[in-house]
Nanobody
Framework: VQLVESGGGLAQPGGSLRLSCAAS????????MSWARQGPGKGLEWVSG????????VYADSVKGRFTISRDNAKNTLHLQMSSLKPEDTALYFC?????????????????????????WGQGTQVTVSS
């Protein structure tokens, strides 16, 4: 299994970036996927997830209305469209493969409550929001 993130970089507050995650080595369309992030000096924060078929997606309150997750199962690719970026969005962003086709973890809590739902992680792509 390999997950390779791309698309990070420097953006100004209010700007946009689109992250991508290229997946290989497994049946991508059979598994839910998520994005998580780790800001400087902070723990891992779940950002957004999408079910295997793309019919349902969920978001952390901190990004709801600003970020959009999507997937292209024909191209084995996961995306995160980020708009209205804020300095607090600065973080290393990871994509992760879930163990099942849906997300069943408790995403209102910390990593200990949802981290076990994922079995593979990418290396991350850095997003910096600054003027």
């Amino acid at each position: 299994v390999q997950l390779v993130e791309s698309g990070g970089g420097l953006a100004q507050p209010g700007g946009s970036l689109r992250l991508s995650c290229a997946a290989s080595g497994f049946s991508f369309s059979s598994y839910a996927m998520s994005w998580a992030r780790q800001g400087p000096g902070k723990g891992l924060e779940w950002v957004s997830g999408i079910y295997s078929g793309g019919s349902a997606s969920v978001y952390a309150d901190s990004v709801k209305g600003r970020f959009t997750i999507s997937r292209d199962n024909a191209k084995n690719t996961l995306h995160l469209q980020m708009s209205s970026l804020k300095p607090e969005d600065t973080a290393l962003y990871f994509c992760a493969k879930a163990r099942g086709e849906r997300l069943v973890g408790d995403y209102n809590g910390g990593e200990a409550k949802w981290g076990g739902e994922y079995d593979y992680w990418g290396q991350g792509t850095q997003v910096t929001v600054s003027s």
